[in-house]
């Protein structure tokens, strides 16, 4: 809900304290180096001394680095604020889907849970969205102020009513670093999937960095875009409600991968705007039914002792990855059109379902390190 309420309305805040687009550009490169260079050794934190605890703290974190923007005119503390934000997502980020799939100690369980948080996600974020755009009507700096006390009792919560679980009391914390990187090494697994996530790091970017342009390019009125957004944060309602159906296996992860990158695709070729918009809810339903089923099977790889540190350690190679396909494909976009950098966005998404398939060929490893169970369900 904070990050709905939020919105776009921090840097029309920014901009209204009169910071200049090179100033708020800063202040979201600050945030997300700060979270760049912390994400790994967080992970370790949250494996040691539980991944609740370490939610509320990053979730608290957060929502006070969204006060002090919110409250401040200057640029040094918006740049204080964004560094605390920062540290605040680097410690939520290898907490929750982890603590999820301990808790409940079942695969198909955790697929069921997250398509059901996906299905009424639609409806929150547009309830979120919504009040945003009423809270900054009445005072611009309303949203980041309520999406930070937000953030603050989301930790409360938490701490209050989820029980804690982590990876490995007795280990020492370096230790469990050296685990979690040693993991990294080793694991053809966890290489597959990064191979996956380093192509699909082209087809995500083409899709949430310029989908607005592109519809605009093919006729669409800039002030029918944001009823569009909100139509789309719907969307996502259906995703979840089909991923309860799924089996969460390599060749499901790779068919709907295929389906994306297909989508992507279509995009790039079809310049109909009505279709264009189709493809648009179209993807917003693929990707909600790919992430509770790609949650699982990262997961399922990952020892327990070192879940929390291998998923933030992965989230690092993926803000590398990330870095480097937005350059890219503004650079597809620039010397070719938007549309065929779409298409080639796409053709790699396609490509990004291989090393997925490839998964089919390994074992899953229980508590005890030994691997009874196939990832294609066979």
């Not at 370790?44 to 974190?61: F, I, M, N």
Request: proline share 4%; charged share 15%; with cysteine.
């Amino acid at each position: 809900m904070a990050s709905s309420v939020l919105g776009p309305y921090l840097s029309l805040w920014l901009k209204g304290i009169g910071l200049g687009f090179s100033e708020i550009g800063l202040t979201q490169s600050v945030s997300e180096i700060a979270q760049l260079i912390t994400d790994f050794p967080t992970g370790g934190v949250a494996d040691r001394h539980g991944r609740v605890k370490t939610y509320a703290a990053g979730s608290s974190l957060f929502g006070i680095g969204l006060l002090i923007i919110g409250l401040t005119h200057t640029i040094s503390a918006v740049l204080v604020g964004a560094t605390l934000s920062g540290f605040g997502m680097a410690l939520v980020s290898g907490t929750l889907v982890p603590w999820l799939y301990d808790a409940l100690n079942d695969r198909k369980s955790v697929q069921q849970t997250l398509g059901k948080l996906k299905a009424i996600s639609g409806p929150v974020r547009f309830a979120g969205g919504v009040i945003g755009g009423c809270l900054a009507s009445v005072a611009p700096n309303l949203p980041v102020l309520t999406a930070g006390v937000l953030s603050i009792a989301s930790a409360i919560i938490a701490l209050f009513l989820l029980p804690d679980n982590c990876g490995n009391r007795k280990a020492k914390y370096m230790e469990l670093l050296r685990r979690g990187l040693r993991e990294i090494r080793k694991n053809r697994a966890l290489h597959l999937l990064l191979a996956s996530s380093f192509f699909l790091s082209f087809t995500a970017r083409a899709f949430f960095t310029f989908w607005m342009l592109l519809l605009v390019q093919r006729g669409l009125p800039r002030e029918y875009l944001g009823v569009l957004f909100a139509l789309l944060l719907l969307s996502t309602s259906a995703g979840g409600l089909i991923a309860q159906k799924l089996e969460p296996t390599s060749k499901t992860a790779a068919m709907l991968t295929v389906l994306l990158g297909t989508e992507i695709a279509m995009l790039g070729i079809i310049e109909n705007l009505a279709i264009s918009i189709a493809l648009l809810f179209a993807l917003e339903v693929t990707l909600s039914a790919r992430f509770p089923v790609m949650a699982v099977l990262r997961n399922s790889f990952i020892p327990k002792e070192v879940r929390s540190t291998v998923t933030s350690a992965m989230s690092t190679v993926g803000s590398g990855f990330t870095a480097i396909s937005n350059v890219m494909v503004g650079a597809f976009a620039e010397k070719l059109s938007l549309g065929k950098a779409y298409f080639i966005a796409g053709s790699l998404g396609m490509l990004a379902a291989l090393p997925l398939l490839g998964l089919t060929f390994l074992s899953v490893p229980d508590e005890r390190g030994n691997m009874p169970e196939k990832v294609d369900g066979g």
